[in-house]
Structures are given as C-alpha cells and as structure tokens.
C-alpha cells in the first residue's frame, strides 16, 4: 500500500465517520425514541452497500484500490459495531430485554441479510 493509498482509506474512513454522525442526528430527530433507530440504519445500510462494493470489486468493475478506499475507509468509518454493541448493553441494564435481544441479534441478521442482498445486486451473474 501506497502513502497515498494509505492517505485515502484515512480520509475516506473520517468522511464516513462523519456521514453517520450527521445521519443519526437527522434521524433522532425525527425518531423520538430511547431505541437506537439510527444505529440500525446506518449499519444495515452499510452491510448493503458493503456487499455491493464487494461483488463489483470481484467482478474487477472496481479497481481493488477504490474497493478498499469505499469498503475499508469510507464505511468502516461509516458503519459501527461498538455503538451498537454500547447500545445493546444500554437496553439490558435498562430491562429493555427485548429491545436488547432486537438490537443485537436483529441488526446483526438484518445487516448479514442486508449484505448479501447488496452483494447479489452487484454480481455480474444478476439478470443472465
């Protein structure tokens, strides 16, 4: 890896960091609730446009070094599993159970399911 290769993935990780900092702010304000609506969003629609970058990055549509600046830079820093798992604790030690069991274990299926859509959508084998 390049300096500027490295240079990018860094830039591209702030930029996504960012991004899902001013989307979850747009999304609290809309969502009045104490469950993490906004966590849910960003990382299911991180896992799908994950997957996407992926299988177009395979097909060699995307060149290795933009899949990594996109996958690894941009959402890596868009998406976040500490938070979830912050918020997930959060709901347990507020005897929020189920909304506990829905955020761990519902955004970890949703999000798995949400990748390999987006990782299906960009496979050149779609439409043949």
Do not use: H
Request: proline fraction near 2%.
């Amino acid at each position: 890896m390049t300096p500027l290769e490295f240079l990018a993935i860094a830039l591209a990780g702030g930029v996504g960091a960012v991004c899902r900092f001013v989307l979850d702010g747009a999304i609290r304000s809309v969502f009045k609730t104490s469950y993490p609506v906004g966590t849910t969003v960003i990382n299911v629609t991180g896992s799908f446009l994950l997957g996407l970058v992926t299988a177009i990055a395979l097909s060699a549509v995307l060149d290795s070094n933009w899949a990594l600046i996109i996958g690894t830079g941009f959402l890596g820093g868009y998406t976040t599993f500490s938070t979830a798992s912050f918020e997930t604790v959060r709901l347990v030690q507020s005897r929020r159970y189920a909304a506990a069991l829905s955020n761990g274990l519902g955004m970890l299926v949703v999000s798995i399911a949400a990748a390999a859509l987006g990782y299906w959508i960009g496979s050149p084998s779609i439409g043949s």
